[in-house]
């Protein structure tokens, strides 16, 4: 079955950097966006970023544009996300996901198919 694992979380003060990993299995992982979302206690989850299965088209929230980079290792079945110029705002579980396709990647968030665990990032200010 299809897996996703999430790590590289942490506490790590405001200002500060982290990367987060997603290691995938049990799909073909090259013919699949990858995207991570994120969701803060007592808040709705929010998209984050994407990354389209060759790595050519990417999607950043505003919120995170400028500070997060998304990346990916088809040879590994890997996708990052850099986290740098991290805020208090940032402090969330982020979660690893999946999906057929890119298209529209700031809608219909109903369509990832597939989801991690998710891994904890908080930032003290």
């Known amino acids: 079955q299809v897996q996703l694992v999430e790590s590289g979380g942490g506490v790590v003060q405001a200002g500060g950097s982290l990367r987060l990993s997603c290691a995938a299995s049990g799909l073909t992982f090259s013919s699949y966006a990858m995207g991570w979302f994120r969701q803060a206690p007592g808040k709705e989850r929010e998209r984050v970023a994407a990354i389209s299965w060759a790595g050519r088209r990417i999607y950043y929230a505003d919120s995170v544009k400028g500070r997060f980079t998304i990346s990916r290792d088809n040879a590994k079945n890997m996708v990052y996300l850099q986290l740098s110029s991290l805020k208090s705002e940032d402090t969330a579980v982020y979660y690893c996901?999946?999906?057929?396709?890119?298209?529209?990647?700031?809608?219909?968030?109903?369509?990832?198919?597939?989801w991690g665990q998710g891994t904890q990032v908080t930032v003290s200010s």
């Open positions: 996901t999946a999906r057929s396709s890119f298209e529209n990647p700031d809608k219909d968030d109903s369509s990832w198919s597939y």
